[in-house]
């Protein structure tokens, strides 16, 4: 039986979010059925674990983050690539890599197309010209694949309604996770309690913003420690924010770390106060520890966060924010309630099986 020659592009060859969903997509797939590619920028992590994993990864290295004349060089490379290998499946991932690799990949006769959204590119961060080019270009994009997947069901809905993808081509696929055998229990009679993170340190996640809240909260409570796991292109800002408040000691920046599992033990409630998300995997994987979870009130976080599992804080309401993690040692049996219920959620609704039948079923298209 000839295998299905699959090819998943990525532009930044790190292991974030939207990378480990693909891995998590990939390492589900039989290797007797399937011959597998990855292409991304070379050099880095992610490419290390396509090696690991015994796939082959295909480096581009006229794959940049800005919109440049590089662009246009990728374009045509990435067509002479497929024209090469002749794969059977494109999957793209992001915005970039979803732009070039649709249109190219459906000019080199690739039969079959996919584009996952995790979040889209335009949000209300944006003036309103970019927020409309990327909106233009995404629309444009659509044209040129067979299905659409989205994250979450917010962006699926609004992305029909406003008509940048037809419904037929628009499937919401939402992240899955492994069940680790070991939860969390928070200890009712410690005084301290860890408030944990593990993100990038860039705009989306809001990480100054929520330093200087840490660092205020911590001020006024001895009884809370903070730890943001992750690095990004705002790490040393955020480093030099804590070291200049004398609060080193209590708020930790480890940096990052390839497993997060051993910091995951160690929180005893997980913070998100991101801008924007499609689904993020950091609160399904810390809900899979048994955590309670304290996050912005954005699409995405909140199709993961309600009243059973932690509380959702509007975004850009530092003070509400600050209000809830200062009284948030008042009533431990609530945040193990909640921490036992984040586990509940993912056993029920976010496996990582149902998550790789589900594109399995795409791939052979039986959805």
């Known amino acids: 039986m000839k295998k299905i020659k699959i090819v998943h592009i990525q532009l930044l060859p790190i292991l974030s979010g939207v990378q480990n969903v693909m891995l998590k997509i990939l390492g589900s797939l039989e290797l007797d059925k399937y011959d597998i590619y990855v292409i991304s920028r070379p050099n880095g992590p992610l490419v290390e674990k396509v090696s690991e994993m015994e796939f082959t990864h295909i480096p581009l290295r006229s794959l940049h983050r800005r919109i440049s004349l590089f662009d246009l060089a990728a374009f045509f490379q990435l067509i002479r690539i497929f024209r090469k290998y002749k794969f059977d499946i494109v999957h793209t991932h992001s915005s970039k890599p979803g732009f070039l690799g649709r249109i190219s990949a459906r000019l080199a006769g690739v039969p079959y197309i996919i584009h996952t959204v995790h979040g889209y590119p335009f949000h209300d961060y944006q003036n309103k010209i970019t927020f409309h080019f990327y909106r233009l270009m995404e629309k444009f994009a659509a044209k040129f694949c067979d299905k659409v997947i989205f994250v979450n069901n917010y962006d699926r809905k609004e992305a029909i309604a406003t008509m940048l993808v037809p419904s037929s081509k628009a499937v919401t696929i939402h992240n899955g996770i492994e069940l680790p055998r070991y939860t969390k229990k928070i200890d009712l009679h410690k005084s301290e309690l860890i408030i944990g993170s593990i993100l990038r340190f860039w705009e989306q996640k809001n990480i100054i913003n929520t330093i200087k809240m840490a660092i205020e909260v911590c001020r006024q409570n001895r009884n809370l420690k903070f730890v943001f796991v992750g690095d990004g292109e705002l790490y040393p800002a955020a480093k030099k924010l804590v070291e200049m408040s004398g609060m080193s000691n209590k708020i930790l920046l480890p940096g990052w770390v390839q497993d997060p599992a051993e910091w995951l033990m160690k929180f005893d409630v997980f913070l998100l106060y991101s801008r924007w998300e ?90």
Do not use: C, H, Q
Request: hydrophobic share 40%.
């Open 278 to 367: 499609g689904l993020p995997l950091s609160i399904l994987e810390a809900m899979s520890y048994g955590l309670p979870i304290i996050a912005s009130d954005i699409k995405g976080n909140n199709e993961l966060v309600n009243a059973e599992t932690g509380l959702l804080v509007p975004i850009n309401n530092l003070d509400r924010l600050t209000e809830v993690l200062l009284t948030i040692t008042n009533d431990k049996e609530k945040l193990i309630e909640w921490g036992r219920n984040s586990r509940k959620v993912i056993k029920d609704k976010f496996t990582l099986s149902e998550f790789s039948d589900k594109y399995k079923k795409v791939y052979l298209r039986e959805d």
